[in-house]
């Protein structure tokens, strides 16, 4: 397989995403205020922090589907104060949902094969015709679709509707779902919710997998600190909307604002 | 036979390389081998095999394999494993294939063992499993793979992808003219006595051993094979059992090249029952297990059916039960039940293969074990053609196999095409044939106490010819098989195989060497049994109690007493009737030591542990009082007291029997 977007030959260094100074309320409540970060190419990036903490609005600001009050967001040197959620599908990122988001009565094949629409070029009609050019095409987005379930191993449920699969495959298949638009950043938001340990050991190779392999940055929303330390290259720690820690994972581990927001001391 | 073995052969073609040019001259576009990738079933023809194959032993050769030398082979069945198998041929190197899923410690004793001094790894996983015990193989030079997902940031010191291993070749015979008659001029070095592989056997104790066949064993066994069942270049088969397995050997690489039928390499472990239903194969082989399941699974997608269709599945199944194995033996049906035969063949039947990926399968095997006979018969009903079989790698797979038409649920079937077997005084089964094994690789003592000096070979199996049938019937393992006081023969896991095959039964355990009589415990099938509970009225509220009840030892003793009768039937087998039997109080557990973790019964240490419930089977008490500690799932400890009661069970007098037998 080709890597389809930034080649491993891209050194994780310059940076791909920056989140500046942000701030999000929704009315009175502050989600998030006044945090910055950055995401570099190519690197595996972990956002933690207890409930509540705003990872999942982070999410959200970072993939348009929130507009922050305040603050600014440069994505691939394009700064926007406000980036909607189409933009940001079309400039390159993807993303998986807490709560898996697939078709549930269509098949996993199918389900992959949405992740390609942005990528048709042909118009509705001539994909309503299936013929020709239309037919070409979509050739060539399953040819890239069975990489995509090659690569994660799902040959087998290939024709079944989702519905009817155990929640580890569902999750596999939504990451699938993902990979099939070729992003440059991939947002994953709690991708082992739920997991049973042995599945949490297959996401986990996958999710190593994709970035070795594709050479995807990879920002990720996760609970489970071991899986977090032993996956991302740097972690940063949200805690009541508030950045409190931002580094590897061992300097995150030894901090002392870290500790005190997981173990509960009083503000 | 065995002594002319050489002239056996087709004169030009006594190896697998030259049988693969004679293929791609007589066969040319004919499909020689599929493999289903991305969703898309790829194929290669003879043609296209052979170049595929010429490539690969040329670049092989320029990378330093030589005659000799051994390649070992690890991995799933895929297109350039088996190439690699006849491009090493072709080289004169010796292909030594491994079981993929090996532990490292094992991959190490073989490759160090055979000397590999190339290793084709498929993927990632095996390379990670070379790489753990590097420091340990003196001889390996080069590491290929075929797979290379995830090999990017490994050292390429010494590892090469296979496709470029074939680039190389392909580039060199391009550059090169010479190069072609080079290849040519090794092919033709090739000989029929020529050591063609070298498989490792997995022995159950002791070091695997590495069995030595010679390109003359391999493909005048396979040609056997292929002569019995009358295989030509249109039968298809699927490889799926492990390529280190002798039988994957024979079906998928020297019957496809004697015969040239096309092998099918499945997309992925999963999708092998898909992927044979897409190919539609007309020869298939699978241990008991394999059939087991899909009846399972048609089980229990039957009991969520709705009424009409179940009705309709069960009125059909019993009448293929009664009918099916007379109308697939060609025995005179009359014309009612055939024309109802045809309805359910279209209605119930057909859909059923269409769904196992058997619709098309001439002849299948099943092998490895005993299966069961309801489990044989339902499919022999729906008109497979499943047959028995009995091999050894020592053979060259070949020793029995069961003639169409002459089907029997027990035996083995008759000694194959230039066979001959006989049992030894002590019952145990011996061979002789083209195809048995020169030696053991780097063992001749094991060799010579296997192989007698004027070729036959013990199997270590105990088992007698039917003189019924004149098939032959293995009994077990030839070192477990006991005698009874009496001096009768007692074979423990014949009469449980026997029992095992009752639903309702799950385990059982048999006793009797050096006693006066043989007993048993019994385990329920507590699914079977708690169904049959609530069907009549039986009323329970634990195992314990399900198991201690007085109608579960009725429903239990009426089984024992079949398996008497059947045993009564068989003259050496006749004196061992159970007298006495047993329901456990527990599931008998691997946690707890009582089967091995691949689910067998530790006879010895089952009898140590209930050694009071052992006595009381032989002292003729009635009941007795036993407590035993128990693992639970969590790994907590605790005792579990109970009073098992004991049964006797009618024997049929063996001098009745014997005298209508003769």
Same mark, same amino acid.
């Given at each position: 397989m080709r890597a389809p977007t930034s080649g491993p030959e891209v050194a994780a260094g310059d940076v791909l995403l920056a989140v500046e100074n942000v701030s999000l309320s929704f009315g009175g409540v502050k989600a998030i205020s006044d945090v910055s970060l950055d995401i570099r190419r190519g690197e595996i990036r972990a956002i933690i922090g207890p409930n509540g903490a705003g990872k999942t609005s982070m999410l959200n600001v970072i993939n348009g589907f929130y507009t922050p009050q305040r603050g600014r967001i440069t994505f691939k040197g394009q700064t926007r104060s406000k980036m909607r959620p189409h933009d940001a599908a079309e400039g390159g990122i993807a993303r998986t949902f807490q709560n898996v988001a697939l078709f549930r009565g269509m098949t996993a094949l199918d389900n992959i094969m949405t992740g390609r629409t942005l990528k048709m070029h042909r118009g509705f009609v001539w994909q309503l015709l299936r013929y020709g050019p239309a037919m070409a095409e979509e050739v060539e987005h399953r040819q890239k679709v069975e990489e995509i379930i090659d690569f994660l191993k799902i040959q087998d449920i290939r *024709?079944?509707?989702?519905? *009817?699969?155990a929640y580890g495959l569902q999750k596999r298949v939504e990451l699938g779902r993902a990979l099939a638009m070729e992003p440059d950043l991939l947002l994953l938001d709690e991708p082992m919710a739920g997991m049973n340990l042995e599945e949490k050991e297959d996401m986990s190779r996958y999710i190593l997998d994709v970035n070795d392999h594709f050479g995807t940055t990879i920002a990720l929303i996760e609970h489970d600190m071991g899986v977090v330390m032993d996956l991302s290259d740097r972690v940063v720690v949200l805690d009541h909307g508030i950045k409190i820690a931002d580094g590897t994972p061992a300097e995150v581990k030894n901090d002392r604002a870290v500790i005190d927001a997981y173990l509960g001391v009083a503000h | 036979m065995a002594q002319n073995a050489a002239g056996h052969l087709h004169d030009l073609a006594d190896t697998f390389p030259k049988l693969l040019i004679r293929n791609a001259d007589?066969?040319? $576009?004919?499909?020689?081998m599929r493999h289903k990738d991305l969703g898309i079933w790829f194929t290669w023809s003879w043609a296209d095999m052979l170049v595929e194959v010429r490539n690969l032993a040329v670049g092989l050769s320029i990378l330093g394999l030589q005659r000799g030398d051994k390649i070992a082979i690890i991995g799933k069945n895929k297109p350039r494993l088996y190439w690699s198998i006849c491009a090493a041929q072709a080289l004169g190197a010796v292909p030594v294939p491994i079981y993929a899923d090996s532990v490292a410690d094992e991959m190490a004793y073989v490759l160090e063992h055979a000397e590999a001094k190339f290793v084709l790894a498929e993927d990632q996983e095996q390379v990670d499993k070379l790489m753990s015990i590097a420091d340990r193989l $003196?001889?390996?030079q080069m590491v290929l793979y075929d797979e290379p997902r995830g090999l990017r940031d490994y050292d390429h010191g010494r590892m090469k992808w296979i496709t470029e291993v074939q680039k190389l070749g392909a580039d060199k015979l391009a550059a090169d003219p010479g190069a072609l008659a080079l290849w040519q001029a090794e092919v033709d070095k090739g000989a029929a006595s020529d050591l063609s592989i070298i498989l490792y056997t997995s022995g159950t104790t002791g070091r695997p051993k590495g069995v030595m066949l010679t390109n003359a064993n391999v493909m005048i066994s396979a040609d056997n094979g292929n002569k019995f069942d009358k295989l030509d270049e249109n039968d298809s088969v699927i490889a799926y059992l492990p390529i280190a397995w002798v039988g994957d050997h024979i079906f998928s690489y020297a019957q496809s090249y004697m015969a040239g039928y096309c092998v099918s390499c499945p997309e992925a472990a999963e999708t092998v029952t898909e992927d044979r239903r897409e190919i539609g194969t007309t020869y298939a082989f699978a241990p008991p297990r394999i059939y087991e399941n899909l009846i399972t699974l048609t089980m229990v997608r039957m009991a969520d059916a709705g009424p009409i269709k179940k009705k309709m599945f069960e009125y059909f199944i019993e009448h293929a039960r009664k009918w099916g194995e007379k109308i697939l033996n060609k025995q005179k049906v009359p014309l009612g039940a055939r024309l109802i035969y045809w309805v359910g063949e279209f209605l119930v039947y057909g859909p059923l293969k269409n769904r196992y990926g058997i619709s098309k399968v001439r002849i299948g095997y099943t092998a490895g074990e005993a299966i069961g006979p309801e489990i044989f018969r339902f499919f022999r009903s729906l008109g497979i053609n499943l047959k028995q079989l009995y091999g050894q790698t020592e053979a060259s797979v070949y020793i029995t196999a069961q003639p169409d038409g002459e089907i029997y649920a027990d035996t083995v079937g008759k000694p194959n095409i230039d066979v001959e077997v006989k049992i030894s005084p002590d019952g145990e089964v011996m061979f002789k044939s083209p195809g048995v094994f020169t030696g053991y690789y780097k063992d001749p003592e094991k060799t010579a106490e296997t192989k007698t000096p004027d070729g036959w070979v013990h199997t270590g199996d105990a088992g007698f010819i039917d003189e019924k049938t004149g098939h032959l019937k293995i009994i077990d393992r030839a070192k477990d098989v006991g005698k009874l006081n009496d001096g009768t023969i007692f074979a423990p896991k014949y009469i449980e195989n026997k029992l095992k095959f009752y639903p309702n039964i799950r385990e059982a355990v048999a006793y009797g060497d050096k006693r006066d009589f043989v007993c048993v415990m019994l385990n329920i099938d507590l699914t079977a049994v708690s169904s049959w509970a609530e069907r009549n009225d039986v009323v329970y509220g634990s195992y314990q109690e399900l198991a201690n009840h007085p109608r579960v030892y009725e429903l239990l003793a009426g089984h024992v007493a079949e398996v008497n009768r059947s045993l009564a039937e068989e003259k050496i087998m006749a004196g061992a009737q159970i007298r006495r039997f047993l329901v456990l109080h527990k599931e008998l557990d691997a946690d707890d030591g009582e089967l091995t973790r691949t689910l067998k019964v530790r006879r010895g240490f089952i009898a140590d542990r209930y050694a009071p419930l052992v006595k009381a089977l032989y002292d003729g008490s009635s009941e007795v009082d036993i407590s035993a500690e128990v693992t639970f799932e969590d790994g907590r400890k605790g005792m579990l007291s109970a009073r098992v009661k004991i049964a006797d069970v009618q024997t049929e007098p063996v001098s009745r029997v014997l005298e209508a037998a003769e």
């Open positions: *024709r079944i509707p989702v519905g *009817r699969l | 007589q066969f040319r $576009s004919k499909p020689a $003196s001889h390996v």
